[in-house]
């Protein structure tokens, strides 16, 4: 393996790893920026040993390990620095810099638990603002970048770089520990935790950004948090329902993965995908998750939308596809998630359910929505419409309109290509 191939596969393991690695240094240090920092070093010195002694069987583990004793010689700088405050401190009979050394260094040797989990419920702590637990943990969690995170909000990348400072500030000063909550302060957290690991799946499922459609390993991290979650609450309390919820749809849309794109990474439609191709064992998990969530109470938005998923996971071609349920379930999550992207999606459902005219009617309804107006699925939409309400000059208009709003290549390539189709 030559060094650029040593260097690449050492960074696609600091991808992967690099989100745990954070979570169980925020948890020593108290400070995510530090943590963040210290995860950089340890790549750094990943980069300058492992050419020489190769990737070591545990990569985590050792980046972990690297990290922390670079901490613990952190620490060790400033007790030095600050030796006459120590001595202060000492006589006044309170905590010196050597206390904390001693703790990390028995630290290094426990088991901490889950770290990512630990490090999500933290930046959803409710002393952050609901967008800032949400930009925070698809930052250091999901490791988007912030552009990217905007796009996920329908928002500006100046305001998320100011949320994510913001709440970073605001978990140091009120001195918060990075792990799993419980009882009472777990519950009022979860609704946040279940958004912001909807999102990563998002981010993971149809990428808004770079030369890639989908990004399978964010998609993976959403499964097993998700998982862990149902995990983690057991049970047939109320607000479990929304947790088998999130873990139904995101098992259901992650059975299509193999399929959304064709050899060449080209996007496929739904109707284009092969089905044979999809998961069926996650596509089972999914609809038993849905059934758990229906027992206990169906009706929140990640229940509902899992049950959109379902009749597509049910439809073994796309003419067995029930359209009028479809339409019917967007009608009653509009009212319980209200939201433009929500709009458009039942948009979409009316015109596979009722016929194009009925979709663009409802589109049209949507022009002057200030949070879709850059928002390319919002014009795609309109040209498949008006395509198949015979308008074709308008259709190869809406779609060359939605290339150029896209940030992702894939998706752009496939709106372009539709543009053309349209003559």
Sequence with gaps: MTTGETHRAIEAVFRIERARLIGGLARLVRDVDRAEEL?????????????????????????????????????????MRDRKHEELVREQGGTTDSAAEDEMIAAMDEDPGDELL?????????????????????????????????????????????????AKKTI????????????RERAERLASVLEVIYLIFNEGYAATSGEDLVRPALCQEAQRLARMLAAL??????ENAEIFGLLALIEIQASRLPARTGPDGALLTLNQQNRAHWDRLLIRRGLEALERAQAIRGDGPYALQAALAACHARAFTPAETDWGRIAALYDRLRVVMPSPVVDLNRAVAYSMAFGPE???????????AAALRNYAPLPAARGDFLLRAGRPVEARAAFETAAGLTRNARERDFLLARAEACG
């Design 118 to 166: 630990g490090l999500i419920f933290t930046a959803c702590h409710p002393v952050l603002s609901p967008d800032a637990r949400a930009a925070l943990t698809l930052r250091v969690v999901g490791g988007l970048a912030t552009d990217e995170i905007a796009r996920a909000f329908l928002t500006s990348e100046a305001t998320i770089a100011q949320r994510i400072v913001r």
């Design 233 to 238: 609450m057991p049970g047939d309390d109320p």
């Design 358 to 368: 009925a979709g663009l009617r409802l589109i049209d309804q949507l022009a002057s």
């Design 39 to 79: 995860a950089q070093d340890a790549l750094v010195i990943a980069l300058s040993e492992w050419p020489g002694t190769g990737i070591p069987v545990n990569p985590g583990a050792w980046l972990m390990t690297a990290a922390k004793r670079r901490a613990i010689d952190a620490i060790r700088r400033d007790r």
């Design 172 to 183: 140091g000063k009120a001195g918060l520990t990075f792990e799993v909550p419980r009882g």
